[in-house]
């Protein structure tokens, strides 16, 4: 029983000390300022840290690799009520809309979620492999130049309301040159 209460005691320490306190606890290598946006970002190994927030209380969303308006990004989007956050992993099935990776046969590759709302700003956080092997996540190459999209929702926090600023720029992930495309 003892070696029990031990070895649960153990698991919980190192959970507590293994997950960051709040959403700034991470030093981010670069960040980009997208009207009332933030999208700060490390690539640290085969992953990238990300911290995406919006003068909003609705939902914020980022997308990788857009093709024709969003048609098949990788869109990371994640909204926070009363204290709790959602982060889901989609991917745009279609060129004005898009669909949880989960309900289309795939999965979740999100890592250490994190959201809080304060003040008028949501801000989620997250880890997310460069490339997932899942074939709703396309590879992002983070020494070269990627397209990004950025939108965020007004005021509602259901992923199904229509955003009210969207934009693209084109990021080398390394260097943190950008451009705005859209």
């Given at each position: 029983?003892m070696?029990?209460i031990?070895?649960?005691v153990?698991i ?27 999208f ?9 840290h ?10 914020v ?8 308006a969003?048609l098949?990004?990788n869109?990371?989007i994640?909204?926070?009520k ?29 890592l250490?979620?994190?959201?809080s709302?304060e ?14 092997g ?24 259901s ?11 084109e990021?080398?992930?390394s ?8």
């Amino acid at each position: 029983m003892m070696k029990k209460i031990f070895f649960i005691v153990s698991i919980l320490t190192f959970l507590f000390f293994s997950i960051p306190l709040s959403l700034s606890a991470m030093e981010y290598e670069h960040t980009l300022e997208v009207k009332n946006m933030q999208f700060s970002w490390t690539i640290e190994g085969d992953q990238i840290h990300v911290r995406l927030s919006a003068k909003t209380t609705g939902w914020v969303s980022i997308g990788f690799d857009p093709e024709k308006a969003m048609l098949g990004a990788n869109i990371i989007i994640g909204t926070v009520k009363e204290g709790k956050f959602k982060i889901g992993d989609h991917y745009a099935d279609r060129k004005r809309g898009h669909s949880s990776d989960e309900k289309l046969g795939g999965k979740n590759d999100v890592l250490t979620p994190l959201g809080s709302e304060e003040d008028g700003v949501t801000t989620i956080s997250f880890t997310l492999p460069l490339d997932t092997g899942d074939k709703y996540d396309k590879p992002i190459n983070p020494a070269g130049i990627s397209r990004i999209m950025f939108a965020y929702g007004a005021g509602k926090d259901s992923f199904k309301n229509r955003h009210p600023y969207r934009t693209i720029y084109e990021i080398n992930l390394s260097t943190g040159e950008n451009k705005k495309i859209k």
